[in-house]
């Protein structure tokens, strides 16, 4: 059964950071790239950043130079930091998993979601 568990989140003030935690079981973590989305009141879900396998990296542009997306393969974790935050900042973060199915198709499994709330 493929658990994601995320933690970390709370109130910030503007400028200040926080440190997301993923913590992955159910699944061969090890082989299997991972993401953070994040999803702000009447906004579509985004993605935020994702992390391959080899720990390679890509990141939204609005979090380009501010978020960092790491893993730890020994822990089964995968950890957002999250420096100068902004108040748009502002969402539900979620740690993803896309299984892929075959044919191109993935499956998605989503954790429940981490409130950070960014103030001004």
């Known amino acids: 059964q493929v658990q994601l568990v995320e933690s970390g989140g709370g109130l910030v003030q503007a400028g200040g950071s926080l440190r997301l935690s993923c913590a992955a079981s159910g699944f061969a973590f090890s082989i299997n790239g991972m993401s953070w989305y994040r999803q702000a009141p009447g906004k579509q879900r985004e993605l935020v950043a994702h992390?391959?396998?080899?720990?390679?990296?890509n990141y939204a542009d609005s979090v380009k130079g501010r978020f960092t997306i790491s893993r730890d393969n020994a822990k089964n974790t995968v950890t957002l930091q999250m420096n100068n935050l902004k108040p748009e900042d502002t969402a539900v973060y979620y740690c993803?998993?896309?299984?892929?199915?075959?044919?191109?198709?993935?499956?998605?499994?989503w954790g429940q979601g981490t409130q950070v709330t960014v103030s001004s």
């Open positions: 992390i391959t396998s080899g720990s390679s990296t």
């Open positions: 993803n998993w896309a299984r892929f199915t075959g044919w191109g198709k993935t499956q998605d499994y």
